[in-house]
């Protein structure tokens, strides 16, 4: 990033810290009330903005509660993600994106990780959108009898209270660009646990560990690596991994857009050009217009993006084949995880 947009940045970085620090303060403090669900509460969240594989992560708990629950019951808990759904229609409302067992909303509703999360998890986890976190898991508990909740992007929803906070720290971008944080670093003691994310993606990770035990020196600090689960069309049937003598297009809409052009450079893809656009972008017609040009002109004949963009771009037309990467979370160590996820859900 040049340094004019870091100076852009830094105010709003700062800005965002001092509301969070009041925020904090003031419920220290007994100003604001936190709130309680009668059912255990895990929250996956982040101090920085911006992707930091927060969306694999949250669908790994997900999978580890059920397996976990099942231990106990063969029927298992039922898991449901709370989340606030960035980029919807309608970002105010509840949405239930889907109740376990079939997608109940569309993309635009529910906004996009929200819809590919429950797209993923069904019979697995609910998904509702709604910002008033509280409130959602209220009606959940009512009318899904849901026994377990999962805050997607929670750390600072300090109004509910949590049995286990996890936090996210990108390898690649663990402080924020230009000073872009939610809070300070200092945040980082209350957490339970911190998964650092994309290490494959970095040679040495141990300056990162130093300054998290630095800070949280009692905080369990996980490393994990994101992995290709395979590739597919936009309509979801499998196919093989790309040709690659090949060149490809590579495009996305996400926070943190060079981590998925390197994953891709990574499993030895030819790169023919990149094109980003800002998180949770709702893609025109004329933009893919744009890409198949683009495309063309370069001798390129497919185009490749994430499972986040795919959700919207169904009603759209691509004159190329477009293929789309899926990716999963491995957790190094993950027994340490799953121990305290037992912990905090078996009561």
């Not at 969240?45 to 059920?66: A, D, H």
């Not at 960035?86 to 529910?110: D, I």
């Not at 390898?171 to 872009?180: D, E, F, Q, R, S």
């Amino acid at each position: 990033m040049n340094p004019a947009a870091s100076l852009i940045m830094l105010p709003a970085g700062t800005i965002y810290r001092a509301v969070t620090r009041a925020r904090l303060a003031a419920y220290q403090r007994g100003l604001f009330l936190v709130s309680k669900l009668t059912v255990p509460v895990i929250s996956v969240g982040n101090i920085t903005t911006g992707g930091t594989g927060k969306t694999p992560l949250v669908e790994w708990v997900c999978r580890t509660i059920g397996a976990v629950s099942h231990e106990e019951s063969p029927e298992g808990k039922k898991v449901c993600v709370l989340t606030r759904g960035y980029g919807r229609a309608n970002p105010k409302t509840q949405v239930v994106v889907s109740n376990g067992y079939e997608l109940l909303a569309h993309e635009q509703e529910s906004g996009d990780e929200p819809f590919l999360l429950a797209t993923n998890l069904l019979g697995i986890a609910a998904v509702i959108s709604n910002p008033n976190r509280l409130a959602a898991g209220a009606w959940a508990t009512e009318k899904l009898k849901s026994e377990v909740f999962v805050l997607d992007d929670g750390f600072q929803h300090l109004r509910l209270f949590r049995d286990l906070d996890i936090v996210a720290i990108d390898a690649t971008n663990p402080w924020g660009i230009g000073g872009l944080r939610r809070e300070s670093l200092g945040g980082l003691s209350r957490a339970d646990c911190v998964v650092i994310t994309r290490t494959e993606q970095m040679a040495d990770i141990g300056l990162i560990k130093e300054t998290i035990q630095r800070i949280a020196d009692k905080v369990p600090v996980l490393s994990s690596r994101m992995v290709t689960s395979g590739f597919r069309k936009l309509d979801g049937e499998p196919i093989e991994t790309p040709d690659q003598s090949q060149p490809i297009g590579a495009f996305c809409g996400v926070g943190h857009p060079e981590s998925f052009f390197n994953h891709l450079r990574g499993e030895g893809l030819h790169l023919a050009f990149t094109r980003s656009f800002p998180d949770h972008h709702h893609y025109k017609q004329p933009e893919l217009d744009s890409l198949v040009r683009e495309a063309k002109t370069r001798g390129v004949k497919s185009l490749l993006t994430t499972a986040k963009d795919a959700t919207k771009l169904q009603s759209l037309r691509l004159e190329i084949p477009c293929c789309v990467l899926e990716i999963k979370i491995s957790i190094d160590d993950e027994g340490r995880l799953v121990d305290l996820i037992r912990h905090a859900i078996v009561r």
